[in-house]
């Protein structure tokens, strides 16, 4: 089974950039829609952007959407989601997640795989 790695959170500004990045093992790459997800202290964890398994297909949240880009790169077995344009609203623990199969979709069960996730906090 796939394995999954965060990296690439912080602090930053608002109107600010990071990139968070997305390591798997342990698993067939091109097998796994990728998806990730965000928890905001108190809150539910909430879908963000998910990617198809050859990255031609996107689906982002509606509070992303035109400032953040998910993307993969399958001979690195990694997938990416730049962030631009940062809101304070956007602080939060960011998952990465995989499940097999087609389905690029915003359903947090259907993915069974997650990482560990990584911080990402802006200021005002």
């Known amino acids: 089974q796939v394995q999954l790695e965060e990296s690439g959170g912080g602090l930053v500004q608002a109107g600010g950039s990071l990139r968070l990045a997305c390591a798997a093992s342990?698993?067939?790459?091109?097998?796994?829609?990728l998806g990730w997800f965000r928890q905001a202290p108190g809150k539910e964890r909430e879908f963000v952007a998910a990617i198809s398994r050859s990255g031609g297909g996107t689906n982002y949240a509606d509070s992303v959407k035109g400032r953040f880009i998910i993307s993969r790169d399958n001979a690195r077995d990694t997938v990416y989601l730049q962030m631009s344009y940062l809101k304070p609203e956007d602080t939060a623990v960011y998952y990465c997640?995989?499940?097999?199969?087609?389905?690029?979709?915003?359903?947090?069960?259907?993915?069974?795989?997650w990482g560990q996730g990584t911080q990402v906090s802006v200021s005002s």
């Open positions: 997640a995989a499940r097999l199969g087609a389905d690029y979709g915003s359903n947090l069960s259907g993915y069974a795989y």
């Open positions: 342990g698993g067939v790459f091109t097998y796994y829609t």
